[in-house]
């Protein structure tokens, strides 16, 4: 590891790194970028609280004024959760939020790379980023799947969020050459649906299988990502009609609105949370429990 980073180890993260026992990485734009306060906060707590359940310590990633946090004690969560204009930081912003002291929460495509990094082989977030709709007119393209090309980590999600062209996104995927996993689930999950995505070549229903799986990739690539789909337990998926529904007319309020860029995905969001009463928003903190624990369950295995 580059000895010049100004990179903060929680002690729990420390001290596990030291017994080399278990860590479950976790990302921050959730809380930064997709929750308000103060269920963010709330949320964080309950999902390191699943991790610790499994035996293994949970290390919630962010960047605080222009240090790089692995692992947040309460009082970091505090400070970053309190931030009035947190960053949204890609993989991309790192250097700068470093060099201008700037604090941020981490995307899935900032905390893949930290992860690899810091040596931490798993890592939960709740749903890809990936190819945006229209993307001929914008080219936007989330670097969050090239950033998990890159890094050695195993990350767990929900799929892909279904404001994008999910298709257009797995096959961006396979070009670059990262395996999505279906676990206990033929087709990729949509987020806030627990199928309709494309169907998966590769999936397992056995935890075992899907183990023993992740290893054999690893040694063959040890420094690429893998991307394991759990679809959010049924009990808690949006009804189809209405994600039909406020998703297209959330599609129809960034239009009119302008809305692009990094801000696109939490104003979709954000928009859908509105539109369904808060039901999405029951959904997301649903499925980042869920992945959670499945990533717990697997870092304590690889
Ligand atoms: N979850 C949210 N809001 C977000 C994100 C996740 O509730 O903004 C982030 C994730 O961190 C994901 C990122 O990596 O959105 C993708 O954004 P973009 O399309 O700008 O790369
Ligand atoms: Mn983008």
Known sequence: MKQ???L????????????????????????????????????????EGIALKQGVTPATIAVIKGKIHIGLTPEKLEELTSEKNPL???????????GAQKTGGTTVAATTFLCGLAGIKVFATGGLGGVHREVEKTWDVS?????????PVTIV??????????????????????????YKTKTLPL????????????????????????????SLFPNEGIVVANPIPKKDELPKELHEKSLEEGLLKAKKENIQ????????LETLSELTKGLSLKANISLIQNNALLGSQLALKI
């Open 261 to 268: 860029g990094k801000e696109l995905t939490p104003f979709l």
């Open 143 to 151: 670097a969050d799947l090239k950033a998990i090309s890159e890094a």
């Open 191 to 218: 987020f806030y649906l627990s199928e309709g995505g494309p169907s998966l070549d590769l999936h397992t229903d056995n935890l075992d299988q899907l183990i023993s799986c992740l290893k054999s990739q690893r």
């Open 88 to 98: 949204k930081l890609s993989r991309k912003d790192l250097g700068f939020a470093l």
């Open 4 to 6: 010049d980073l100004p």
């Open 8 to 47: 903060i180890f929680s002690p729990e993260v420390k001290k596990a790194i030291q017994d080399k026992s278990p860590i479950l990485g976790l990302e921050s734009t959730i809380i930064t970028h997709g929750m308000p306060f103060p269920t963010n906060l709330e949320t964080a707590k309950l999902t």
């Open 157 to 182: 999600c929900a799929g892909a969020k279904s404001i994008l062209d999910v298709p257009k996104t797995m096959e961006a995927l396979e070009t670059l050459n990262v395996p999505v996993i279906g």
